[in-house]
């Protein structure tokens, strides 16, 4: 795919090749994140594909007049404005949220440190809500349009298995009580 997108300088050979190099790193790191989620998602063995995009990106930073933070930071920002796109669709908002929360518990799953676990719980509770809220969504959605998403995913489900009824209980049973005669 053929990359327009404008690279600043003032026009001088020296600061177009810069700027040049420092979108290239950034177009680099950029492919990195990505190999790197897809290693992480298949598994040890798919590897190699990421350690060809960390070879590109040192490749790349290593260049003349590359500024680190300034292409991680362009990296960065790539990345995350192709994983959520900014819509007008409030279920497009919905999904970009989940992701957020999946991409958050992910983080905090992998972290070490003495407060992870209770970052993980608090992003596992965010997860929840966000995918109860992607659900909800979808449903209003399909309601709109005179269905049900919800209803179309239970029938997937095999029916519930009948509720058994509770265990009667055995033995004798207690004399009614009957109202004793009045004495006059």
């Not at 790349?60 to 990296?75: K, N, T």
């Not at 994983?83 to 991409?103: F, K, N, T």
């Not at 972290?111 to 997860?127: E, I, L, N, V, W």
Request: glycine share 8%; hydrophobic share 40%.
């Amino acid at each position: 795919m053929v990359d327009l997108r404008v690279i600043e300088g003032s026009g001088s050979p020296e600061e177009r090749r810069a700027a040049y190099a420092e979108a290239m790193a950034a177009d680099a790191f950029s492919g990195l994140a990505i190999e790197i989620l897809r290693a992480v998602a298949r598994g040890p063995d798919n590897a190699y594909r990421t350690s060809v995009a960390l070879q590109a990106l040192y490749e790349r930073l290593a260049a003349a007049d590359v500024h680190l933070h300034a292409s991680i930071h362009e990296g960065v920002r790539d990345v995350h404005e192709r994983l959520m796109p900014i819509g007008r669709d409030p279920y497009d908002a919905e999904l970009r949220w989940l992701l957020q929360c999946a991409l958050r518990l992910a983080a905090e799953m992998l972290a070490t440190d003495g407060f992870a676990k209770g970052r993980a719980s608090q992003r596992q509770d965010d997860f929840r809500r966000a995918l109860e809220s992607y659900l909800i969504e979808k449903e209003g959605s399909s309601r709109r349009g005179g269905g049900s998403y919800l209803s179309g995913l239970l029938r997937q489900l095999a029916p519930l298995p009948p509720t058994p009824s509770p265990p009667r209980v055995s033995g004798k049973r207690k004399p009614k009580k009957t109202a004793k005669p009045a004495r006059t």
